[in-house]
């Protein structure tokens, strides 16, 4: 996804963790630090990457007014330490410098990563540059949640997935399917609605919440 900002850099991370297994070229995963919220490049960019993925993703299910994230709620999950970041893997470094971060427009993935419960764990704006989507980026970032939530003393992972009612949605019966393979089992439905009153408006089409579950 391009970006017409100028490279900006991202402070150290606080997390990482290993790839579930080998690809193509690795991507590293990082838990970046909270200063990171104060750089308006990097969230206007992690907002529009989320947005753009979601608005097509959910086609057919929210009304072109809808937006899933804005600047100052990626702000504030970066202040959380609850978002994970997937960058272009960095040329090597000379061993007498200092890496040097990647830049905005190396971010291709991202999700977001919180405790449903003392026991469970949760994963959710979970979005993929559509050119870097079946290369193994969301695969790994999964991975990476699941990871986090197990070092916390976890042991169940949770996501939820939004599907229209009535009619099958081809990207969402897809991604069902996709987190099916990864071990994910469906626990219950909910009603959207109910759920979120306060975005119910801008659906144009009967929603649920699937909910899945997974163990550590």
């Not at 990097?42 to 947005?51: E, K, R, V, W």
């Not at 993925?53 to 959380?80: D, K």
């Not at 009619?167 to 439905?189: C, D, S």
Request: net charge negative; charged share 20%.
């Amino acid at each position: 996804m391009e970006h017409s900002e100028s490279a900006t850099p991202i402070p150290p991370a606080v997390g990482v963790y290993p790839e579930p297994r080998p690809q193509r070229s690795p991507t590293p995963i990082t838990i970046p630090s909270p200063s990171l919220a104060d750089n308006d490049t990097i969230t206007t960019h992690l907002t529009s990457l989320i947005n753009a993925v979601y608005t097509t993703t959910e086609a057919g299910i929210f009304g072109p007014t809808y937006a899933r994230t804005s600047p100052p709620e990626v702000r504030n999950f970066l202040l959380a330490g609850e978002l994970a970041i997937a960058n272009l893997p960095s040329p090597p470094s000379s061993p007498t410098l200092e890496p040097t971060p990647p830049p905005a427009e190396s971010i291709i993935g991202v999700i977001r990563i919180s405790s449903h419960s003392p026991t469970t764990g949760e994963f959710g704006l979970f979005a993929v540059d559509p050119a870097y989507q079946g290369t193994g980026v969301g695969r790994s970032l999964i991975h990476f949640a699941e990871q986090e939530c197990k070092q916390k003393g976890m042991d169940k992972m949770q996501c939820e997935l939004l599907v229209p009612v009535g009619w099958e949605h081809p990207f969402k019966k897809r991604l069902q399917t996709w987190y099916e393979r990864m071990g994910y089992a469906v626990v219950r439905r909910e009603e959207f609605g109910r759920e979120f009153f306060e975005l119910a408006g801008h659906l144009v089409t009967e929603a649920e919440l699937v909910v899945f579950e997974k163990g550590l």
